[in-house]
């Protein structure tokens, strides 16, 4: 079983950058996937980014080419390195990892507001 934990969350300006990350308190083995997703006041939850276990890596079109994702698997860590941030970005973001295996699980963080001000 995985818990996650975020950080890096914040108040920035727009135009600046901000990294956030997620730590899996589990042992890891399993994971197929690790991603971030976003949820703004009264809007769905959107992905922005994921990463596979293979490093097979997919970002939203409204990230792509500003943020990045990746993943240290001896740390059991996900990355967001989020430049060039807009005030459309400000959300709620939340870490996943996807296990697959007997037990198979679908875990979510408890999520860290980014907030960019114009």
């Known amino acids: 079983q995985e818990q996650l934990v975020e950080s890096g969350g914040g108040l920035v300006q727009a135009g600046e950058s901000l990294t956030l990350s997620c730590a899996a308190s589990g042992s890891g083995f399993g994971i197929i996937a690790m991603g971030w997703y976003r949820q703004a006041p009264r809007k769905q939850r959107e992905l922005v980014a994921f990463i596979t276990a293979g490093g097979i890596k997919n970002y939203a079109d409204t990230v792509r080419g500003r943020f990045t994702i990746s993943r240290d698997h001896a740390e059991n860590t996900v990355t967001l390195q989020m430049n060039s941030l807009k005030p459309e970005d400000t959300a709620v973001y939340y870490c996943?990892?996807?296990?697959?295996?007997?037990?198979?699980?679908?875990?979510w963080g408890q999520g860290t507001q980014v907030t960019v001000s114009s």
């Open positions: 996943r990892a996807v296990v697959a295996g007997n037990p198979s699980g679908d875990y």
